[in-house]
């Protein structure tokens, strides 16, 4: 069955850097592209960035260009998520899903279980 | 930026009822609309995507519509476990943009 599972959250302090890992099974992970979002405490959804099928094309929220970078390995069916120059603001729950669908007409489906990200000193 | 507002934030139902809710976009997204339902400590499901098409498995008593800036999620008879909360989203355009959320509450 098709899964997502995040990693590498956890507690780090301002200022500093994380990468966030999603690797991917049960379908053919070259063939899609693969989003980012993220939930703050009791709070909504914030889309935060996309990367297509090819790793060439990836596009950015505006509260985290800059700052964040989407990129791929198809060798190893992972996206990733470099987080550089972290705020407590970025502390949230960090989901990686899949884009489903073709061009303008996409979803995010399935998503990852999510993985925590804690950012305090 | 495209906007999603979703009205009410917040809505109080029983079993049973019909509840409707509201999304708006900024400016016009055809029908580059989806829907996700997200229960406390757990990741959100795709509901309704390209505003009215539902997802594989989603009970028929789910439906949506809308087309341009006016979309609409409607649970026919609300069953327990739709109390949860419920998200539109756009894919029109990046940066692609959620609601705020509504809260369906008993």
């Known amino acids: 069955q098709v899964q997502l599972v995040e990693s590498g959250g956890g507690v780090v302090q301002p200022g500093r850097s994380l990468r966030l890992s999603c690797g991917a099974s049960g379908f053919t992970f070259s063939n899609y592209g693969m989003h980012w979002v993220r939930q703050a405490p009791g709070k909504g959804l914030e889309w935060l960035a996309v990367?297509?099928?090819?790793?060439?094309?990836?596009y950015y929220a505006d509260s985290v260009k800059g700052r964040f970078t989407i990129s791929r390995d198809n060798s190893k069916n992972t996206v990733y998520l470099q987080m550089n120059n972290l705020r407590a603001s970025d502390t949230a729950i960090y989901y990686c899903?899949?884009?489903?669908?073709?061009?303008?007409?996409?979803?995010?489906?399935?998503w990852g279980q999510g993985t925590l990200v804690t950012v305090s000193s | 930026d495209i906007q999603m507002t979703q009205s009410p934030s917040s809505l109080s139902a029983s079993v049973g009822d019909r509840v409707t809710i509201t999304c708006r976009a900024s400016?016009?997204?055809?029908?580059?609309l989806n829907w996700y339902q997200q229960k406390p400590g757990k990741a959100p499901n795709l509901l309704i995507y390209g505003a009215s098409s539902l997802h594989s498995g989603v009970p028929s008593r789910f439906s949506g519509s809308g087309s341009g800036t006016h979309f609409t999620l409607t649970i026919s008879s609300l069953q327990p476990e739709d109390f949860a909360t419920y998200y539109c989203h756009q894919s029109y355009i990046t940066p692609y943009t959620f609601g705020q959320g509504t809260k369906l509450e008993i």
């Open positions: 899903a899949r884009v489903d669908g073709e061009g303008a007409n996409n979803w995010l489906d399935p």
């Open positions: 400016r016009s997204i055809s029908t580059y």
């Open positions: 990367i297509w099928y090819d790793g060439i094309n990836k």
